[in-house]
């Protein structure tokens, strides 16, 4: 069965710095996608980025990127030049694009910005 | 942003009681999910559907039931509301990246 480990909890940053929240995976599938979600505090889950496995290139969506290491099961989201309304719950999620799969969650980073 | 639509929003209901909750979504996608999630806390998937007539429980056990009978509504029932069912409900739909609506909080007295 797939798994999706977050290992970070909470992670907090400092306005305008960088900071990464990291991902893994165990899949033995080829073919899958995998996403990070953001919920804002009592607001919608939306999509941050999206990474089909396989495409070697690094999803990115403007402050958002990935380092997407396929071989590790890695999938780490870079948040550059952190803003207040990027306070959230973050979660990474795979899916296996093969047949009928659910989407597997993993549990989750509280991302804290700090003014 | 994606076309999908939960109501209500927050519901306050007494112990016994029943409730349906709706989940609408106009992008025409096969796929449609169920979550209950404590707030801050991870989803857990409780009902899903591949289509119409489709429905299949998730890896949580849930008293709740679900019907599919048009490709864009999958309302959920709970025909006797508890205390425990307290939570927050997201409604989702995919063809391959999932969507979700804003979410129902639940309050059961």
């Known amino acids: 069965a797939q798994t999706v480990t977050q290992s970070q909890p909470e992670m907090s940053v400092q306005e305008a710095e960088t900071v990464t929240l990291s991902c893994t995976y165990d899949t033995s599938e080829s073919d899958y996608y995998l996403f990070w979600y953001k919920q804002p505090p009592s607001r919608q889950m939306i999509l941050v980025i999206r990474q089909e496995a396989y495409k070697q290139q690094n999803a990115t969506e403007n402050r958002f990127s990935v380092n997407f290491q396929k071989a590790a099961k890695s999938f780490s989201l870079k948040i550059s030049d952190s803003q207040l309304g990027d306070a959230a719950m973050y979660f990474c999620?795979?899916?296996?694009?093969?047949?009928?799969?659910?989407?597997?969650f993993g549990t989750g980073t509280r991302l804290t910005i700090i003014p | 942003e994606a076309d999908i639509y939960q109501t209500p929003r927050y519901l306050v209901i007494g112990t016994g009681k029943k409730i349906t909750l709706e989940c609408s979504q106009t992008?025409?996608?096969?796929?449609m999910y169920w979550y209950q999630q404590d707030p801050g806390m991870e989803l857990h998937l409780i009902h899903y559907s591949y289509g119409v007539n489709s429905t299949e429980k998730g890896d949580l056990s849930s008293e709740s039931t679900v019907s599919r009978i048009r490709t864009e509504h999958f309302p959920l029932t709970l025909e006797s509301a508890r205390p425990s069912h307290t939570s927050q409900y997201l409604c989702?739909?995919?063809?391959?990246?999932?969507?979700f609506g804003p979410g129902t909080r639940l309050l059961v007295l």
């Open positions: 992008m025409g996608h096969d796929k």
């Open positions: 989702a739909s995919s063809q391959e990246t999932q969507y």
């Open positions: 999620a795979y899916w296996a694009s093969r047949g009928n799969e659910k989407l597997t």
